[in-house]
């Protein structure tokens, strides 16, 4: 199975500044998906990060306040734009490689924003 | 009405006996079902998949679908102090491009 890794694990910022998260995956890919747990809630997908081209967004997301970027089948980051207290979750992303359709997720990256 | 609906809990089972989870999804499209673990603090982990009616076993867990009911289930034979932890269904409506909606899920805990 990959090895999925995310920086930063955890941050602490403040209001109005952004944060950028990367997602790597120590073997090529064929999906990848950003996904957000508040606290003590479950996962709500934010959008799936495509490869070379725009991502696709759930509703409720937009690409001014979480501009996603893939630029090869093993990277991608998300950011979190001009941040409120509200955007304190657990971002994640997952990924699916091979021929299966099965997501697998990364260790998370805790945001505080104060 | 919620996508994905998962009974909250707590729900509290002694050790060595058998957990019922049980999920129940709203859109009959829907294709591919899932269930992962989530211990506190960490990031959810897959237990099993299944896609087709029936029973699926891996090991101590069996997942349980019924497209006509719209339910998913999954039983945990032999329970073990290991297995408390937050299971989460999550449910995809299409293909793998597709990504999924996960009920809030349900909070299992073992009794020693």
């Known amino acids: 199975s990959a090895v999925i890794s995310q920086k930063p694990s955890r941050d602490i910022c403040q209001r109005g500044t952004s944060l950028t998260i990367q997602c790597q995956v120590d073997?090529?890919?064929?999906?990848m998906f950003w996904y957000r747990q508040q606290p003590g809630q479950s996962l709500t997908l934010i959008a799936t990060?495509?490869?070379?081209?725009?991502?696709t967004y759930e509703s409720g997301f937009v690409i001014d306040k979480f501009p996603i970027s893939r630029p090869n089948l093993t990277f991608s980051t998300l950011t979190v734009s001009n941040m409120s207290p509200e955007d304190s979750s657990i971002y994640l992303c997952s990924v699916v490689w091979g021929g299966g359709d099965e997501q697998y997720f990364g260790p998370g990256t805790r945001l505080t924003v104060t | 009405q919620k996508e994905v609906e998962q009974n909250s809990g707590p729900l509290s089972v002694p050790e060595g006996a058998i957990a019922s989870l049980n999920c129940t999804y709203s859109d009959r499209v829907s294709q591919s079902f899932f269930w992962y673990r989530q211990y506190s603090g960490k990031s959810p982990e897959l237990i099993m998949s299944?896609?087709?009616?029936g029973d699926k076993e891996d090991g101590r867990f069996t997942a349980q679908l019924n497209k006509a009911s719209q339910y998913v289930s999954l039983l945990i034979r032999d329970s073990q102090p290991s297995d408390s932890a937050t299971y989460l269904c999550?449910?995809?409506?299409?293909?793998?491009?597709?990504?999924?909606?996960f009920g809030k899920g349900t909070h299992l805990i073992i009794q020693p």
């Open positions: 073997s090529q890919v064929t999906m």
């Open positions: 299944i896609y087709s009616n």
């Open positions: 999550a449910v995809r409506k299409g293909g793998g491009a597709d990504g999924l909606t």
């Open positions: 990060a495509n490869q070379g081209s725009e991502a």
